[in-house]
């Protein structure tokens, strides 16, 4: 039995219900999925459901923006007790800073003869956690742009015509806010710039897991993370990433873990 624990629904960025993907998920055999959503947790419940009518199991967590001097990190939650008030505040911040910076790419990207309605952008958004591919859908539907990653490279990218930075907790505080909620933190795909007192230092923060296996990572990275997560005896996970069309590399199911890496978060999560 195999598990995808990185995967996103219309709670936030992703293009399939939570519903729609437990579905896919049990179609092509695996037998535990993570909701993942940025900043949310809206997804899980009723992913939860999904799971028992498909017989997949669901794991409840979710992706935390952060930032580790001034550059842009996500951390893995699993395993996170939904109920905690706690923890849904700390998140509540987190969607209120997306909804103001998505005021300030829309008025930054008239400078670039853009003009796009919020309104709109809150439309294709439903009630998933706002973000900047759902202002690079917006443009689509305009012909401004023919993809997301269009959208990206020309104008909401690092650097780019409408970018802006967003408030985020640290990564140290994002770690802490994972942990006081039971859950368990794993450092998302880190790439191939790994910085070894990086890992030591959010290790030694409350650090568990390192994303082993990405999309994004070739067989050298994901070399890289498995040797630091033996090093730091930390979790070795993996997942697709996926968000459903917009995103035609993240396959679901295209990078996985097996079942006993399920077991040994639960477990320190106290399941």
């Known amino acids: ?3 995808d624990l990185h995967i996103h629904t219309t709670a936030s960025d992703g293009t399939d219900t939570p519903d729609e993907v437990v579905a896919k998920a049990a179609s092509i055999g695996l037998g535990y999925i993570a909701i993942t959503d940025h900043d949310t947790l809206e997804g899980i419940a009723s992913g939860l459901e999904a799971g028992k009518k498909h017989n997949v199991g669901v794991l409840a967590a979710i992706e935390l923006s952060a930032e580790y001097k001034n550059k842009e990190v996500h951390i893995l939650g699993y395993m996170i007790d939904v109920e905690s008030k706690k923890f849904n505040d700390k998140i509540a911040f987190l969607r209120e800073t997306r909804i103001n910076r998505l005021y300030k790419i829309i008025d930054k990207l008239k400078g670039s003869n853009v003009f796009l309605e919020a309104d709109r952008v809150f439309e294709i958004a439903g009630k998933g956690s706002v973000g900047r591919p759902h202002i690079a859908r917006a443009m689509m539907e ?36 994972i942990l ?8 998302a795909h880190p790439g191939a710039n790994i910085d070894l007192s990086f890992i030591e230092i959010l290790t030694n923060q409350g650090l568990k897991g390192i994303e082993v296996y990405h999309p994004s990572h070739d067989s050298r990275t994901s070399r890289e993370c498995l040797r630091l997560a033996e090093k730091y005896n930390l979790i070795a996970t993996g997942g697709s990433d996926y968000h459903g069309k917009d995103k035609t590399k993240n396959i679901l199911g295209c990078c996985w873990v097996s079942v006993q890496i399920v077991d040994e978060i639960k477990a320190m999560a106290g399941f």
């Not at 012909?143 to 930075?165: C, M, Q, R, T, W």
């Not at 006081?180 to 450092?187: C, F, I, N, Q, R």
Request: no cysteine; glycine share 10%; aromatic share 12%.
């Open 142 to 177: 305009k012909g401004i742009v023919a993809s997301v990653s269009e959208a990206f490279n020309f104008y909401l990218g690092y650097g780019k015509a409408g970018y802006v930075p967003r408030e985020k907790y640290s990564a140290s505080q994002a770690i802490d806010i």
């Open 180 to 187: 006081e909620a039971k859950g368990v933190p794993v450092l």
């Open 1 to 3: 039995m195999i598990a």
